[in-house]
């Protein structure tokens, strides 16, 4: 994952089938019931008053590859990023994580929000 942030692959062929999925799924999803209000509410919160996708439909064939690479070098490649592992501890090589940077152990409280009671069942 740490190669494909740093080196964005580019292909023109996959950015135009990007492109088409983009618009197909646009063209597909429609927002109903409470999801109208939801998306609604949301959009105020970005000081908006429409649904983006409109946005996004109306300029995605004017975006080019050529764009997606500035963005890429913009706002991804070279930056600090946090890699969150979930897993038994025991299965990590927690050494091997620390070349990543320093590692934070959390507890399941900390990810969920809530505590699991373990309950011993006998049978």
Not at 4 to 18: A, C, F, R, V, Y
Not at 22 to 44: D, G, S, V, W
Request: overall charge positive; cysteine-free.
């Amino acid at each position: 994952m740490n190669d494909l942030i740093q080196t964005m692959p580019e292909s023109e062929k996959n950015w135009d089938i990007g492109r088409t999925s983009i618009k197909q799924n646009i063209e597909a999803n429609r927002i109903t019931k409470t999801n109208i209000l939801f998306n609604y509410q949301t959009a105020l919160k970005r000081g908006l008053n429409y649904d983006t996708r409109k946005d996004v439909y109306q300029s995605i064939d004017n975006i080019t590859l050529a764009d997606i690479k500035n963005f890429h070098g913009d706002h991804m490649k070279d930056k600090k990023w946090n890699i969150r592992v979930i897993g038994d501890k025991t299965k990590l090589n927690m050494s091997d994580l620390a070349k990543y940077g320093k590692v934070v152990e959390l507890n399941l409280k900390d990810i969920f929000g809530y505590e699991v009671e373990s309950k011993v069942l006998k049978p």
